[in-house]
């Protein structure tokens, strides 16, 4: 297995990453819209993602300003928000580098292909 070094700069800064960060809040967001009421008598109990919207924590902006200490270990964020954002971006990561593996692939075939 290959071992790939990232510039964080130009990690926060890729177009790919913040569309990939953007669409997995989204799916968080969606996956809380449509989850099916509660029994009639209980209710939910608030969790993480309460408190994060709550706050306003729950955007690509927060994430995109956080992920940098986050990564150094220099983040002032309590340890809740600190998981949520490093799962989230580190999901988008890993998918750009898949995206990335795949377009080079491509290229790889066709350049080869060619006369």
Sequence with gaps: MSHITLNQDEVLNNAMFKKEVAAKINILVQRRATRP????????????????????????????????????????LNAEARNVILYVCNEALQECVKQSKKHDIIKKGINQNMP
């Excluded at 995109?64 to 002032?76: A, D, E, F, T, V």
């Design 37 to 76: 009421l509660p029994k009639p008598c209980f209710k939910y109990k608030r969790d993480w993602i309460d408190r994060m919207q709550e706050k306003n924590m729950l955007n690509t902006a927060f994430f995109l300003s956080h992920i940098g200490n986050i990564w150094q270990k220099r983040s002032k």
